[in-house]
């Protein structure tokens, strides 16, 4: 089974079709409320990309199913930073049209 992001690592830029079920502009409109906000940075903080990637585990040996874990993390963190990217020039538009 193999899971291929929908955002992160495309070869060419993923453009957002603007469609309101568009999933990019749904990513970019959650994530810019003030709660969205606070969970993207939360998100940050518990699975960020600056953290180490390989945890010792006993004997001062590289645990690598935890280093894996850890991975999988930071790539979920981007497929969200990702999608937030790629929906926001859309989602500001839409934001701007029921604005006037």
Excluded: W
């Excluded at 495309?10 to 999933?23: D, F």
């Excluded at 409320?33 to 939360?42: E, F, I, K």
């Excluded at 937030?84 to 604005?99: C, F, M």
């Amino acid at each position: 089974m193999k899971h291929e992001p929908e955002f992160y690592q495309q070869p060419k830029p993923r453009i957002p079709s603007g469609e309101p079920g568009s999933m990019a502009v749904s990513y970019a409109l959650t994530f810019a409320s003030p709660h969205g906000q606070r969970v993207l940075a939360d998100l940050r903080q518990k699975f960020g990309h600056e953290r180490p990637r390989f945890p010792f585990a006993n004997g001062n040996r590289p645990d690598h199913a935890k280093a894996a874990v850890i991975d999988g993390e930071c790539n979920v963190l981007r497929e969200i930073e990702a999608g937030i990217k790629a929906g926001t020039p859309v989602a500001q538009t839409k934001q701007n049209d029921h604005e006037q």
